[in-house]
């Protein structure tokens, strides 16, 4: 265990690193750990911190601020007030998954995934035992693709290792976003004999902003979050990985307008979609670029456009970095399940010989061809009027280049980008003056991560 006190962890931390005592007289320091190992409280610290560092540091010419997810469409009163058959209509025919925001659609294949383990669990065990068998092939030829691929999709809901949710309590605690033994502050507090409440009574009174930011950040879960990538993403992704690497010409290649808009209303209609060999590769690539192309926000969000695009080549990765820090959880997870995808792609377009000395042909896809596609889905401003796209020709091709550039960059390193060490310390730096138990308790889930 580490035993550690405020004053202690004061002295101990410091810039770039982060050294804590351990009880036989050790020292430890926090290795780099990825942003999707982060609890939900310590991603939206990262935020602020990452903001503050590139603001300090940095001169990118425009203002940044930290994008905010996109907001759930409201009801109207009279939908409120409608019957719950009509309103599970209205729901069905809403689209669940294209030119809806990102955050929204996550929501909308939780749902779908929940009403699946409902109707799994009124089976009777017949049919689940026949169901299981159909099924075993099928997932057995996909075991090793879903192990890198759907641990990244928030329709696959796995949690972390170490999660088993056994008793009633934890399996609750499993649908929730953390789920371990501490979810939140407001359970850290209740487990730790009202500490954190001593703590707030001895500090001065706060204003009514700080009141409100402690309440949001007492609902945060503490633990690690479930990999938020939509369900269609994440299926195209995997489709092409299995069938499409060797394909010359992925992506740049037409397809079937009927079939595609068949696999579109099937994903908005929220059905069962499995894609398999007897889909055309460019149909799922057509369908995947259509799926970024039709967000309401880009996926790097129109808030942090104008910075991404004024990149010095000298700092280019430190701010990349930096700025997907700012990414809302959705889109940080996944521009990482997209960006390791494309990676793999252009990871295949040389061409090559197999085992056996047979040559296998390349897709000719490179990390600039595939950024030349996906750049302008990624990465936008609003849509603007002819006259004004005629009017400033010369400046929406150097933004372009620019576009092409910064996602090129990640693509060919991706695997560092959202990798995070130094800044894991300034969040943890932050939460001490605030919430030291909460940093005593992810410092102790964090102990075998550690040195």
Known sequence: SIKCSLSEQKRL???????????????????????????????????EVALVRLMKDFDL???????????KRKKSLRRKLDSLSKEKRDKESDPQAFGVPLSQVIVNDRRHKQQQEEQEEQRSPADRVSSLLQLTGRRSTNKELSSSNSSLSSSSETPNEGTTPGTPETALRSRRRGGVSVDCITDLDDSHSRLLEALQLSKPVESHSEKKKKTSDAKLSLNPIYRQVPRVLDSCCQHLQKYGLQTVGIFRVGSSKKRVRQLREAFDQGAEVVLDQRHSVHDVAALLKEFLRDMPDPLL???????????????QHTVIQLLICLLPACNSDTLQCLLHFLSNVANHAEDSRDADGNEVIGNKMTSLNLATIFGPNLLHKQKSSEKEFSVESSARMEDSAAIISVVQHMIDTHQSLFMVQTLQNELLMSLLDTDSDVVDYLLRRKTPQCE
Do not use: W
């Open 301 to 315: 969000t129109r808030e942090l456009y104008s910075a991404f695009i004024t990149l010095d080549k000298v700092d």
């Open 13 to 47: 931390i410091y810039f770039g690193d982060f050294t804590c005592k351990k009880t036989a007289g050790h020292n430890f320091h926090m290795q780099s750990v990825s942003i999707q190992s982060l609890s939900e409280l310590e991603r939206v610290r990262l935020q």
């Open 61 to 71: 010419g425009c203002q940044i601020t930290i994008p905010k997810d996109g907001q």
